[in-house]
């Protein structure tokens, strides 16, 4: 029954921003940690699949690097203020990027990428505020599989998780 603990853990942690919330009562103030902490209910789908093994696990941005509570800025943001848009051109995350890189290059745009995680890891405390999820779901051992759209290496490390990649990834690598 412990990784069903871990994973109301791990469900807290995701619903409540990703931030401990030590020392800390709930509504006792407006700062960042309080300001997120969100009500959550283990949905009983939830503990069926981890007990029986059948949890799948989809994660995508906001969970560690992208989360406002890591970073001021997202990435997106980053490279629209790099490029200088009109405030009123709405742009998808693919099409920014591609903007970018037809302005920029392939290199610099992966470059901004890397800078972007580089700066993230020298700073253990965001570092570790970047990784709580993923240490949290590290104890959830019913969790066989985890799909994810993020370019950082969490789930590696944290997790364990092995990688599934293809031929175009490894430019990457």
Not at 2 to 26: W, Y
Not at 50 to 60: E, N, R, T
Not at 159 to 172: K, L, R, Y
Request: glycine share 6%; with cysteine.
């Amino acid at each position: 029954m412990g990784s069903v603990a871990n994973l109301e853990s791990v469900f807290k942690t995701a619903a409540r921003g990703r931030l401990s919330l030590e020392g800390h009562t709930e509504g006792s103030c407006d700062c960042i940690v309080c300001r997120t902490e969100r009500p959550f209910e283990m949905p009983e789908q939830l503990v069926t699949a981890c007990i029986a093994g059948d949890l799948v696990v989809f994660a995508g941005a906001g969970i560690s690097t992208e989360a406002p509570t890591v970073m001021p800025f997202t990435l997106y943001e980053h490279v629209r203020g790099e490029l200088d848009l009109d405030p009123s051109e709405d742009l998808s995350f693919p099409a920014l990027m591609t903007k970018f890189e037809a302005a920029r290059g392939r290199m610099t745009l992966l470059e901004t990428i890397k800078q972007r995680l580089d700066y993230v890891k020298s700073f253990p405390s965001i570092d570790g505020q970047a990784s709580q999820f993923h240490k949290e779901l590290a104890g959830v051992f019913t969790v066989k599989e985890i799909v994810t759209t993020n370019w950082d290496d969490y789930f590696e490390r944290c997790c364990g998780a092995q990688p599934f990649v293809t031929d175009e990834d490894w430019v990457f690598f």
